[in-house]
């Protein structure tokens, strides 16, 4: 069964730290890795799309890596601001045909 | 371009009734993909629609159903609501040949 796990489920840093979040998926024949935030009761935004053949993507501060031999991918996030608190979700994809299946999400909170 | 767009945004429906909810994709987006989001479950896929046919079905009962008109707007059909179909319904557009998903803001139902 593919699934995608996303530990921990919640995470509150200070203002200013650099942060990885973790994503890990059960099937390595992975046709690409997104990750996206959610803002309370609102839709997804897209942040990155890695390809299966690429290893990272980066989008200003934030950088993110996919390893499909040991089915994991991580979303760095440097000198984190208070506008960066909201869910992320990892969603991988194991087809063509845009049905990808997501992690749970990890809440982040950003203290001032 | 404007965003994906989801009609209605909130939606108070009782047990035993039907509902249909409405997406527009970004335009030149052919690809159509619907997810359910509960507290429980998270984001799960329902259906994948490009160029008028169903490409992907997720695990939901037929009472779940979609189509897509020629123009790529999508509609979603729930019969016979239950309690538990109470959620966030979310619709994505998908960008080729990427493959990134654009979300809309999604439609809250509630079954009553």
């Known amino acids: 069964k593919q699934e995608v796990t996303q530990i921990p489920a919640a995470l509150s840093v200070p203002e200013g730290e650099n942060l990885v979040l973790n994503c890990s998926f059960t099937?390595?024949?992975?046709?690409?890795l997104q990750w996206f935030r959610q803002d309370p009761g609102k839709g997804l935004t897209s942040l990155l799309l890695?390809?299966?053949?690429?290893r990272e993507q980066t989008s200003g501060r934030l950088n993110a890596s996919l390893d499909k031999s040991s089915g994991r991918s991580t979303l760095y996030i440097a000198a984190s601001q208070p506008g960066d608190s909201a869910t992320y979700l990892c969603?991988?994809?194991?087809?063509?045909?845009?049905?990808?299946?997501f992690g749970s999400g990890t809440r982040l909170s950003i203290r001032p | 371009k404007a965003g994906v767009t989801q009609t209605p945004r909130y939606l108070i429906k009782t047990r035993g009734q039907q509902v249909t909810l409405s997406c527009s994709p970004i335009?030149?987006?052919?690809?159509v993909s619907w997810y359910q989001q509960t507290p429980g479950q998270g984001l799960q896929f329902l259906f994948e629609?490009?160029?008028?046919?169903?490409?992907n079905k997720g695990n939901f009962p037929g009472r779940f159903s979609g189509r897509q008109f020629s123009n790529s707007r999508s509609e979603m059909n729930v019969s016979t609501l239950e309690l538990g179909d109470s959620a966030l319904y979310l619709c994505?557009?998908?960008?080729?040949?990427?493959?990134?998903?654009?979300f809309g803001p999604g439609t809250r139902l509630l079954v009553l």
């Open positions: 994505a557009s998908t960008e080729f040949p990427q493959e990134t998903q654009y």
């Open positions: 099937d390595s024949a992975i046709y690409n």
């Open positions: 890695i390809q299966s053949s690429q």
């Open positions: 969603a991988g994809s194991y087809s063509s045909a845009s049905k990808i299946i």
């Open positions: 335009s030149g987006h052919r690809s």
């Open positions: 629609y490009f160029s008028e046919t169903q490409r």
